[in-house]
């Protein structure tokens, strides 16, 4: 598997040979300002003491205090938290909000664990890094199998360490714990705006046959979202299976049916598949919302999307990103696809900070107008280079970043 910095990189370097960039921020921007490494100690149910490795990569703070989410999952490591949080720091220079990037992690996996199990897991990993986090300093949140409710306390664990009570040192919170009204929705609310304007200019019909990897938050959401606009969501996938029915899928008895099963395996009026397969699936619009590195050399010919629409982070290696620009079929990237979950995470940081609280309607149209007004600037500068949207919204996040670091 492609080592997923490396990827990141790659990906720096093809951007940076389109426009003339500072040598010393190039060779600053490579690198991040700490990596942080802890053992956390959990005790589990049944008596036994289990350690676990924990990160925090503070990749660039010369926009504003780092952010990112803190994932859990058996393959993370070092190398894919760094990755994380320099995508991190490019996707709030994409989105104009006054943030840094950073990622945190452990290498484990939930699922098996009971509640207290997550809980003492959770709040072991603040206790380690509450040094180090901090309302002006970094502030995490949700990301791959981490929740509302495990923020909640990492939120608490940090109040009982520091007197700090108001809740924005860390994102993506229950309602009634200082969260934000539209925050669990965000990642594929944004990248449903960043759709809705690109739309035509990507060739798309007004309604699309939407294939979706991955049902976690973004990917539910987004079935739900692009269903809900007339879209035919007609395949998902999640870690176990996937299921397809090119006639549509009953988005709403789907989610009731992960909720009951923990998997989408065996969904009435669908044919269960490979999980991996729903990639291959010939439709309008793909939506890779799990993991990196899922469409690679090795299989990007297989795809037969018209467009892609990243809601997971580095989905699409370098190589399948030029293999899909060769074949006149557009990606839109990451950082501008899936900055929604970010910005609305910067909308309830604000609304911590100054002890307010918005209507949904409040920050959907001012998460609306942001990321309306980039995509159009990314796919308006794309143009202008005559390249892809990958690299046009590398040159906007640099060249934001360039600015804050002179
Ligand atoms: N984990 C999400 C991401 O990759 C959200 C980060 C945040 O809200 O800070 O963008």
New binding site residues.
Partial sequence: MNNPFENALAQLERATSLVSFDPDFLRVIRHPNRQVRVSIPVKMDDGRLEVFEGYRVQFNNARGPY???I?FHQDTDIEEVKA?AF??AL?TAVVNIP?GGG?GGVTVDPKPFTDGEKERLSRGWMRAMAEVVGPQQD?????VNTTPQIMAWMADEYGKITGDTSGAVI??KPLDAGGSEGRGTA?AQGGFYVFESLRERLGLPEQCTVVIQGFGNAGQFAAKIWSDAGHKVIAVSDSRAAVVNPEGLDVAALIDHKASTRSVRDFAGAETIESIDVLYQECDLLIPAALENQIHEGNVEKIQAKVLLELA?GPTTPEADDALFGRGIPVVPDILA??G??T???FEWEQNVKGESWSEQDVFEKLKVIMDREAVAIADRAKELDTDLRRAAFVVALERLQEAMK
């Fill in positions: 952010k990112g989410g994932r994380l995508w991190m996707k943030m990622k502030v995490p949140a949700p990301d994102t993506g990642t982070n899936n900055a979950g970010v609305v995470s910067t």
